[in-house]
Nanobody, 126 residues
Framework: VQLQASGGGLVQTGGSLRLSCVASGRTFTFSEYVMGWFRQAPGKERKFVAAISWSGGSTFYIDSVKGRFTISRDNVENTVYLQMNNLKPEDTAVYYC??????????????????WGKGTLVTVSS
């Protein structure tokens, strides 16, 4: 299974970015996985940001990104997105997408994921 994230870059405070993560694998059925985004700021541990259920009908966000970030997915294109608006310097981090094989809807911070992508760097300048 491969998760390839893209879309990171340098943006000014208040700007927007859209991250994408394409999943692939011979035995990987994208619609059977909850997908999540995590981030790791410089010198800090990797932390959960948002997750979306297999159908896309349920989402969960950490408080600091609610109202600014939107997670979505396309089960035909095997892609999960993270639309990030009104970016702040504290959003600067390497962003990772991840997948967990479960039919349970995300209702809180997810700690265990089955597969991880390599990450894409988001830098927000002040």
């Amino acid at each position: 299974v491969q998760l390839q994230a893209s879309g990171g870059g340098l943006v000014q405070t208040g700007g927007s970015l859209r991250l994408s993560c394409v999943a692939s694998g011979r035995t990987f059925t994208f619609s059977e996985y909850v997908m999540g985004w995590f981030r790791q700021a410089p010198g800090k541990e990797r932390k959960f940001v948002a997750a979306i259920s297999w159908s896309g009908g349920s989402t969960f966000y950490i408080d600091s990104v609610k109202g600014r970030f939107t997670i979505s997915r396309d089960n035909v294109e095997n892609t999960v997105y993270l639309q990030m608006n009104n970016l702040k310097p504290e959003d600067t981090a390497v962003y990772y997408c991840a997948a967990r094989y479960t039919t349970t809807q995300p209702t809180g911070v997810m700690n265990h994921m089955d597969y991880w992508g390599k990450g894409t760097l988001v830098t927000v300048s002040s």
